[in-house]
């Protein structure tokens, strides 16, 4: 079956603009996750959506950034007046249920570089 | 004290080798562990996740957990050159918004010939 799709798979962009990640998760996931993986880095957590609930956006780096869930399902990451220190790869990762022993699947993710 | 530790490698095995990874994590109130894969310029691939103590076998694969020594560790044994990787430890502290992980920053394995 398909697995968790993002889009784009790479995006340079220059200082200042905004940006927008996409991300379809696994159909039936209830769970959305966002990471971001700097070079030399661990995975970092970002956002995470469960359903109706109010998303957890504890991880988020700066006002610049946001998150949206549309329908339960797909999820836009948006960076505002992106800096060079946003370049990163952008990791979506979506899972069947909320229980802490399910396993997160991850997409591809978008290679974000700030010019 | 980084909340999930790994030693970084390289770790270097010959082929048909047993691999040992280790990880070690500072919040006692971990529940929930997990061991991805992750090849050069691709995502995170779950390998196996373990929630109680004692060891989990999943064909060539073993995880073991040691809760009171905030430990948690992957064997894998017959090591191939296909299981070249760095290998990302991930750890939860339950279930909802806690459910969200927290990242070693992997251990590379090179498996050699």
């Known amino acids: 079956g398909a697995g968790v799709s993002q889009s784009p798979s790479n995006k340079v962009t220059e200082k200042g603009k905004d940006v927008e990640l996409r991300c379809d998760p696994i159909s039936g996931h209830t769970a959305l996750y966002w990471y971001r993986q700097s070079l030399g880095q661990g995975l970092e957590f970002l956002i995470y959506?469960?359903?109706?609930?109010?998303?957890?956006k504890s991880g988020l780096p700066s006002d610049r950034f946001s998150a949206e869930r549309t329908g339960g399902s797909v999820s836009t990451l948006t960076i505002q007046r992106t800096q060079q220190e946003d370049s990163a790869v952008y990791l979506c990762?979506?899972?069947?249920?909320?229980?802490?022993?399910?396993?997160?699947?991850f997409g591809d993710g978008t290679r974000l570089s700030i010019l | 004290q980084k909340e999930v530790e790994q030693n970084s490698g390289p770790l270097s095995v010959p082929e048909g080798a047993i691999a040992s990874l280790n990880c070690t994590y500072s919040d006692r109130g971990s529940q929930s562990f997990f061991w991805y894969r992750q090849y050069s310029g691709k995502s995170p691939e779950l390998i196996m996740f373990i929630y109680s103590n004692g060891d989990k076998e999943d064909g060539r694969f073993t995880a073991q957990l040691n809760k009171a020594s905030q430990y948690v560790s992957l064997l894998i044994r017959d090591s191939q050159p296909s299981d070249s990787a760095t290998y990302l430890c991930a750890v939860n502290r339950g279930g909802g918004t806690a459910s969200k992980l927290t990242f070693g920053t992997g251990t590379r394995l090179q498996v050699t010939l």
């Open positions: 959506f469960q359903g109706n609930s109010a998303p957890d």
């Open positions: 990762a979506s899972s069947l249920g909320v229980a802490g022993n399910q396993p997160q699947h």
